[in-house]
């Protein structure tokens, strides 16, 4: 149990393109995912969290008009990065849990989405 | 501004046991340690968690002490597979990431 699954898996474009990654929950609700971003020989770095039916909260430094999120179901999340750029490319990563932000129920992450712009 | 201290990397003989330290001594009373690990090029792997008893299952031990300050994931027979990175998490409503630990299993 506890799948969560993230598509595209690898995604190419170009410059100025806006790229949309699903997230879902396969086998269980998530009322709240997070989205990370990884640099290569870096560690994850919190984007921001995403609370079904309500806005995301966005860390400081990630702008929420690049990084457009919408968790509309309990099942999946969205994330669009919007006119990205070449500094945009990164593995981008999602997370889910059935107990919601406060609960002591793990995270399930997804496979990520490896971004890259030309 | 991960809350745990883990260090950069360590080496185990496969078959043996993998002994992966971490400190947390801010932990707060509510406050659950995970442990994740990250193969190379995937997402993070949830391994193990605990709030103040020690806790085991299929992939792993976690000893927290006493006073919660510090834990140890324990992979009792580590193999070449278990190479990876390993992030030791304390959270309560959100889930930073430190720079974990690499584990390297040899031969």
């Known amino acids: 149990g506890a799948v969560v699954s993230q598509h595209p898996s690898r995604v190419i474009c170009k410059s100025g393109t806006s790229v949309k990654i699903e997230c879902r929950s396969l086998?269980?609700?998530?009322?709240?995912m997070f989205w990370y971003r990884q640099f290569p020989k870096q560690s994850l770095m919190l984007m921001a969290t995403s609370n079904e039916g309500s806005k995301a909260t966005y860390e400081q430094g990630v702008e929420k008009d690049k990084f457009l999120i919408n968790h509309a179901s309990l099942t999946l999340s969205t994330l669009t990065v919007t006119s990205a750029h070449p500094e945009d490319s990164s593995f981008y990563i999602c997370?889910?849990?059935?107990?919601?932000?406060?609960?002591?129920?793990?995270?399930?992450f997804g496979d990520g989405t490896r971004l890259s712009i030309l | 501004d991960a809350k745990t201290t883990q260090p950069p990397s360590m080496d185990c003989a496969e078959g043996r046991a993998a002994n992966l330290p971490c400190n947390h001594s801010t932990i707060s009373g509510n406050e659950y340690v995970y442990w994740y690990r990250q193969i190379h090029s995937q997402g993070p792997q949830y391994i193990i968690h605990g709030l103040k008893n020690n806790e085991t299952n299929e992939m792993a031990s976690l000893i927290i002490t006493e006073d919660r300050k510090s834990s140890t994931l324990i992979l009792p027979h580590a193999t070449l597979r278990d190479t990876a990175v390993y992030y030791c998490?304390?959270?309560?409503?959100?889930?930073?990431f430190g720079a974990g630990t690499r584990l390297t299993v040899k031969p």
């Open positions: 086998d269980f609700q998530a009322t709240t």
């Open positions: 997370s889910a849990s059935s107990g919601g932000g406060n609960s002591n129920q793990p995270q399930h």
């Open positions: 998490i304390v959270r309560y409503n959100d889930m930073r």
